[in-house]
């Protein structure tokens, strides 16, 4: 998005991020990021929830269910 910032997973060396950088986090893969000491840091971050969204839609079932028997 914007910005320049770092990236480090855990027990490997800082990578720096540029606008237009992508970085692939492994599932369970400790790491941080954020900005540098002297610049702002915008981000975009994609996860897959299936399991939470499942989960969630399951809920959303059963409310609509009872609603339904009312």
């Not at 320049?4 to 986090?25: A, H, I, S, T």
């Amino acid at each position: 998005m914007g910005g320049r910032g770092y990236y480090q997973e855990w027990g490997k060396e800082p990578v720096e991020l540029n606008p237009g950088d992508v970085v692939y986090v492994a599932p369970e893969t400790k790491h941080w990021h954020g900005a540098a000491p002297d610049s702002d840091f915008a981000h975009i971050a994609i996860m897959n929830v299936v399991f939470g969204f499942e989960r969630m839609a399951r809920a959303g079932r059963s409310r609509i269910r009872r609603a339904a028997l009312h």
